[in-house]
């Protein structure tokens, strides 16, 4: 069975979650904090009603396949094909009503990440990528996805969530990458990965990452030309410290500032 057999299938988790997600949003929602020992983690009743949609729908077309998901954890791990879901990328912004969040659907092939797609319903946008192309749909159509070049990073545009969120060494080093930006914004979570693979932005630098919050963008950046790995250089699946960028100098030249 090859990737594009499930196409049909990631179109419907991603339509069923978007039903599912879109009557909470702008609404009064219940918000829990799942890190109530350190920083604000929000999770609400929308995050676990669209996860549980996608994994009922997995449970009934696939029940051999494993699933990792942000919020009921994970299932038949080591299984040929596996799923990872996170509902709500972008929590924060979705519980201030601001639409920088989208629904996270990957399907990895023996440990590796061979589909994502970014499904944005409230927008009506969706990112989709297979490591070898990209695609957009959208208000605006139908395209193909590519990055742009971009091999200086005094010429980048620079995004991340939020240093904040780095541990104080991280923030020095990533204070040293951004020095030497062009321009550097905060935000985006998902987001900044798809207008990365779309040709706007050129560079992106993240910590703490799960392998929910990152598996499914890799294949929609590395569709679109553009590359992502760990701040050493390794596969980024597994999350951790994360750099994409759009042009194989920028990476070069990026990755051996965070090394320094």
Partial sequence: MTVIDFSAFIERLAIASGETILPFFRTSLSIEDKNSAGSFDPVTEADRAAEA?????????????????????????????????????????????????????ALLHKGLPVYGMMHQPFIGERFSGDNGSAGYVGPSGARRL?????????EAVLYTTSPLLMNEADRAVFARVEAQARLSRY?????????????????????????????????????????????????????????????????REVLALLNR
């Fill in 53 to 105: 949609m996608m994994r009922r729908l997995i449970h009934e077309s696939f029940p051999r396949h494993g699933i990792v998901g942000e919020e009921f954890g994970t299932e038949r791990e080591d299984a040929d094909y596996v799923w990872v879901l996170d509902p709500i990328d972008g929590t924060k912004s979705f519980i201030g009503g601001f639409p920088i969040w989208g629904t996270l659907i």
């Fill in 146 to 154: 590519a990055v742009r070049r971009c091999a200086r990073l005094s």
């Fill in 187 to 251: 935000g985006g979570d998902c987001y900044s990965y798809c207008m990365l693979a779309a040709g706007h932005i050129d560079l992106i630098i993240e910590t703490e990452l799960k392998p929910y919050d990152i598996a499914a963008l890799i294949p929609i950046v590395t569709g679109a030309g553009g590359i992502v790995t760990t701040w050493e250089g390794g596969p980024a699946q597994a999350g951790g410290r994360i750099l994409a960028a759009g042009d194989p100098g920028l990476h």
